[in-house]
């Protein structure tokens, strides 16, 4: 049963690498059956979610219409599902999922993942009804010892903030 369990979860996380970062499998010599599997989840779209007890959104001083997203005491796993009608779903170490941004020829790298940027409180004021962020993420670091992952985050055109900078407690992020 456990050798099992491990199996599958080897299965989920190689789905993940390829098909979250746009990456095909190498093309070694494989089983009938693992090449029937990675076809058949190579067209699923992944979301993620990655919750954190505290952040903060600051505008970059680098680039213009940008801000730093910076997120404390991060879940050291990432979330992830898929929407029917394959409904996937587990966990993946944030290292390994913040390692492959770049992995493949349509990573998160080249074509930015969508995000929305909810909080429980918004600079020490419950959030009852203030509209989640929406907007593109790139270039995230990951320091696993301080337990802190930041992302540089463009606001979707849609979006206009008031502030240059915002605090976050009980933050979820929605990547997809």
Known sequence: MRKSLFSVFIIITAVFLTSACGQSAPQKEKSDQATTNAEQFSQVNLIFLQS??????????L?????QLTLYNVAPYITYFTQRPNRNSGIVPLQNFVKAWNVG????????PNAVIVAGQINDTINKN????????????????????QFLVKPLSTQKLLYKEITYQYVTIIIE
């Open 52 to 61: 954190a007890t505290a952040g903060e959104l600051r505008e970059s001083t």
């Open 63 to 67: 680039h213009e219409g940008y801000y």
């Open 105 to 112: 020829p349509n990573s998160f790298q080249d074509n930015n």
């Open 130 to 149: 203030t509209p989640p962020l929406l907007a593109a993420l790139s270039n995230p670091q990951y320091d696993m010892n301080k337990n802190v992952l």
